[in-house]
């Protein structure tokens, strides 16, 4: 039977066992404190108090002979979803919640009066896991209940990682499988779409792949971290879990605390545009871990803030193109970014009826022009050229696919060649020699289908799993393998890479 408050048992191999071998053993001798009986203290009115307490614990430490197992056997694994927010199913309160092992419920309390108290006299269901504290209890007895065969349900509610495993992650080959025996590979798995969220669900993956930053999460919990933080740390540890109970996740969680944090304004109900997403979430995240102006202030700046000096000069009155503007004053000031933005080019306004099937495509190369430093590129509102003059580990680029007109809104369908390795940006760099920084991709998102516009269409990503040197293309709860040359085919939208 289980151990119960101390009391050393044989363990109960656990329910739904997945056909491996049962790893539950005793743990060894325990404790005076815990596996021996504590002598009652010495009887006499002095000790009367001391005496009814140590009896009092002993009587609630006690549990019928054989029951405690016959209760554990009542798991049911299967029914077990710990990635919805963690409410009472029956007050909404957030406080004090259990999670019932026999059917998945959420209740509150575990005291007499409580949901979770009478949930167990009503429904038969006596085996509940404090969502917070992770310590399992029988009610009504309300007796805590020590078994090693549920550390399975401890680990898949909170995934932790040693600082070996989290360095070996990349180097992974190997396939976890799931309660039913179905293989997954931690890292790479499907993410729920609750609504028309997978405009979220891209960035997720993409920046689950950025190693400094997952390697942060997974290590620690900042507790000075705001509960956008926390939720996001715990997501990625449940996408890296190799012991989880089935082969996606769902990011309800976080979502749910992103809509609160953004006042409603990125909803799991409404598509939205992935790139205004990253950008409030990666500044959200910032303001998070305690980041301030101060250049490295928090790993979100330490990852992916750079700089750029931007050259600005009144645009040409005598009516010359930006190829031939020589301006006779100019501003400059030095601006840091999370993100480079790149223009696409027009795509024809006319074809035949041979031509209809042409798709216009540019080199990456030819969008990186812009921050070569001499080129003039000409806004609404003035003439620029721009360098950047300090490169982040991780560089984002934003294809700025869909615009406006005065009609509707359009989408360049335009595609865009790159390599997906060795891309030399030291062109674009300040001072740097050819061949000094060299960058591979990490993350591709893309957009297919749908009316033209951000917030319509479908969203998928392109991730590079580097221990099976495989691509994976993944939309919600759809991964497959991709090879690396059709990568470049789709519409690119959001692209992160990782300077070599």
Not at 28 to 52: Q, T, V
């Amino acid at each position: 039977m289980a151990a119960v408050h101390g009391e050393e048992s044989t363990t109960i191999k656990a329910a739904a066992d997945r056909g491996q071998p049962d790893t539950a053993r005793h743990s060894g001798d325990r404790s005076s404190s815990e596996g021996k009986k504590r002598d009652a203290p010495d009887d006499g009115d002095d000790n009367d108090e001391e005496w009814l307490q140590w009896r009092n614990a002993r009587r609630k430490a006690k549990v019928a002979d054989g029951a405690s197992g016959l209760f554990l056997e009542t798991i049911n694994r299967y029914m077990l979803d710990f990635d919805f927010e963690k409410l009472c199913s029956v007050s909404l309160s957030n406080l004090n919640v259990y999670a019932c092992l026999v059917c998945g419920k959420y209740f509150q309390g575990r005291g007499p009066t409580t949901h979770a108290y009478l949930h167990s006299l009503q429904e038969d269901h006596h085996v509940f896991i404090n969502l917070e504290s992770l310590k399992i209890y029988i009610l009504p007895d309300g007796n805590e209940v020590f078994d090693a065969s549920l550390n399975d349900i401890k680990y898949v509610l909170w995934p932790t990682f040693t600082a070996k495993q989290i360095e070996s992650m990349d180097l992974n080959t190997a396939y976890a499988y799931d309660l039913n025996n179905k293989g997954y590979l931690p890292g790479f798995v499907g993410l729920n779409n609750i609504k028309a969220n997978d405009y979220m669900n891209v960035v997720f993956q993409a920046l689950t792949h950025v190693k400094p930053l997952r390697d942060f999460f997974l290590k620690v919990e900042p507790s000075s971290s705001s509960e956008l933080c926390k939720r996001f740390g715990l997501l990625l540890r449940k996408i890296w879990n190799p012991r989880a109970f089935k082969g996606q996740v769902s990011p309800h969680e976080l979502v749910q605390e992103i809509s609160n944090a953004s006042k409603k304004r990125f909803r799991l109900s409404e598509q939205s545009d992935p790139i205004e997403f990253l950008v409030w979430f990666l500044n959200s995240l910032h303001v998070g871990l305690g980041g301030t102006k101060k250049n490295g202030s928090s790993i979100i700046h330490q990852v992916f803030q750079g700089e750029v000096r931007v050259e600005s000069g009144k645009i040409a009155a005598d009516g010359k193109t930006a190829a031939f503007y020589t301006p006779k004053e100019t501003e400059t000031t030095q601006n840091p970014f999370l993100f480079l933005a790149l223009d696409l080019p027009p795509p024809p306004l006319f074809q035949d009826d041979l031509e209809k099937s042409i798709i216009p495509q540019v080199p990456l190369t030819t969008l990186l022009t812009r921050f070569d430093g001499t080129t003039w590129k000409e806004t609404s509102t003035a003439m620029k050229r721009m360098k950047i003059t300090r490169v982040p580990k991780f560089l984002i680029l934003h294809m700025k696919r869909f615009y406006k007109n005065n009609f509707s809104k359009e989408k360049n369908p335009t595609i865009v060649n790159f390599p997906i390795k060795n891309v030399d940006m030291s062109d674009y760099i300040e001072g740097a020699m050819p061949g000094e920084y060299k960058y591979d991709l990490v993350a591709n998102i893309c957009h297919e289908g749908g009316r033209p516009g951000a917030s319509s269409g479908e969203y998928k990503v392109h991730v590079h799993s580097k221990g099976r040197d495989q691509w994976f293309q993944i939309q919600d709860l759809f991964v497959e393998e991709i090879a690396p040359q059709m990568i470049f085919l789709s519409e690119s939208y959001i692209q992160i890479w990782e300077q070599i």
